[in-house]
Nanobody, 127 residues
Framework: QVQLGESGGGLVQAGGSLRLSCAASGRTFSSYAMGWFRQAPGKEREFVAAISRNGGSTYYTDSVKGRFTVSRDNAKNTVYLQMNDLKSEDTAVYYC????????????????????WGQGTQVTVSS
């Protein structure tokens, strides 16, 4: 089992940057592919980015490609989401999630594949 905790959210102006962190408890962090999702008010939770167990594979939703970068440090049990050129439509609660899988290179965009979730961190982009 793993517990996840996000940090780094806040209020930023459009065009600005934030880096979200997600710290995981336990010794088996490298056993999990990690994902970032977000949920805006009145909308369903949506996939943002994912990274494989070894960090060698990443995947992004189209709206954040070229602006967001997902990375991980398995030695620190932490996954990051660097968000640049933020837009008002990026305003949401951001969640990290862990997906335990055998493959070290696979990622999934399906939220139902993820086994554990953090509590979320609010990102607000003012225009």
């Amino acid at each position: 089992q793993v517990q996840l905790g996000e940090s780094g959210g806040g209020l930023v102006q459009a065009g600005g940057s934030l880096r979200l962190s997600c710290a995981a408890s336990g010794r088996t962090f490298s056993s999990y592919a990690m994902g970032w999702f977000r949920q805006a008010p009145g909308k369903e939770r949506e996939f943002v980015a994912a990274i494989s167990r070894n960090g060698g594979s990443t995947y992004y939703t189209d709206s954040v490609k070229g602006r967001f970068t997902v990375s991980r440090d398995n030695a620190k049990n932490t996954v990051y989401l660097q968000m640049n050129d933020l837009k008002s439509e990026d305003t949401a609660v951001y969640y990290c999630a862990a997906d335990q899988r055998l493959s070290i290179v696979a990622v999934t965009t399906t939220q139902y594949d993820y086994d554990y979730w953090g509590q979320g961190t609010q990102v607000t982009v003012s225009s």
